[in-house]
């Protein structure tokens, strides 16, 4: 079943469409990442989703409905939220709650829940002001989930973070979604590969390739060679693209990606090829390519 349909939706500011006729679905209990350059129209899709801005066009349909407001169905961390400093944890929880339309005893329970959800409990008296970037994410999506919403939407959740900070919340996000729909917004696509379970590419606005992660890897992964060596190795590059087992070559300085159709015979020719001309090799590797390789194929570049 689906718990949210998107149709035709566009949203313009003035002569620039920063979401162009998109349209896109997301199925219950799955872990669905929208992945997209800098200004592909990722977080301005994600605020008309959560009734933060007006659709120029479009509709959205929430669990069979169509309406305009889902915000008591959806929990929101925006991709620069905002906390203050002076509270600590449950103070801003208990606020957010109350927000919510929850009674102070009902959201001070729920404050206490979530907390230990998302392993700050130890922290919550201490000031926000003084905890990372880490575990302001969590606080955040603990107040994304203070309304027990049925979708969670995050905006690049972990685009700030330093390394730990990042594997926390993958951490976290792997763990909830077990139990409840995610969408989420990237440009890093090792996390996308890491924690979705289906993809939206979006590109100028326009939704460019959708689909599970299996059926996008069977459906677009090609194998790949990956050469490096002690020197340059463009020329010997270049003499490769004639081969009719290869379809594309790319040589960056010492390195060299050689696109295959037959990866045994492939192998065997390099190899040989390489023997024969006493090619200084450093490594060798047969693999294929990832969803970033997609992703820089869709956007062009």
């Not at 801005?53 to 939220?81: A, C, M, N, S, W």
């Not at 700050?120 to 027990?148: E, H, V, W």
């Not at 693209?241 to 492939?266: G, H, M, P, R, Y």
Request: charged share 25%.
């Amino acid at each position: 079943m689906n718990i949210m349909e998107v149709k035709s939706l566009t949203k313009a500011f003035g002569k620039h469409m920063a979401v162009n006729d998109l349209s896109f679905s997301i199925e219950e209990g799955r872990c669905v990442a929208m992945i997209g350059p800098n200004g592909a129209g990722k977080t301005t899709t994600l605020e008309m989703v959560a009734g933060l801005q007006k659709p120029t066009d479009g509709t959205i349909t929430f669990l069979g409905v169509e309406k305009t407001d889902f915000r008591e169905h959806i929990g929101y961390l925006p991709q620069q939220p905002v906390f203050f400093p002076w509270m600590n944890a449950v103070e801003y929880l208990v606020f957010m709650g109350e927000l919510s339309g929850l009674s102070k005893t009902k959201a001070a329970k729920r404050a206490v829940e979530l907390l230990e959800l998302a392993g700050i409990a130890g922290a919550k008296k201490r000031k926000i002001g003084g905890y990372s970037g880490g575990m302001k994410q969590r606080l955040g999506i603990a107040q994304a989930l203070i309304n027990k919403p049925k979708l969670l939407m995050l905006d690049e959740p972990v685009s700030a973070l330093d390394p730990v900070g990042r594997r926390e919340i993958l951490e976290m996000m792997k763990m909830l979604k077990e139990n409840m729909t995610i969408l989420f917004s990237t440009h890093i696509l090792h996390d996308a590969e890491e924690v979705c379970d289906d993809v939206l590419i979006i590109h100028n606005g326009k939704l460019a390739i959708t689909g599970s992660l299996p059926d996008l890897r069977k459906n677009y992964q090609e194998d790949v060679i990956i050469i490096s060596a002690a020197e340059n190795l463009e020329g010997w590059a270049r003499s490769l693209e004639s081969w009719d087992v290869i379809t594309k070559v790319i040589s960056k300085n010492e390195t060299v990606e050689i696109f295959i159709k037959d990866v045994l015979l492939a192998r065997s020719l390099i190899l040989a090829e390489i023997t024969e001309k006493h090619l200084p090799i450093t490594s060798f590797t047969v693999g294929k390519t990832t969803l970033e390789d997609l992703f820089m194929k869709v956007v062009g570049k």
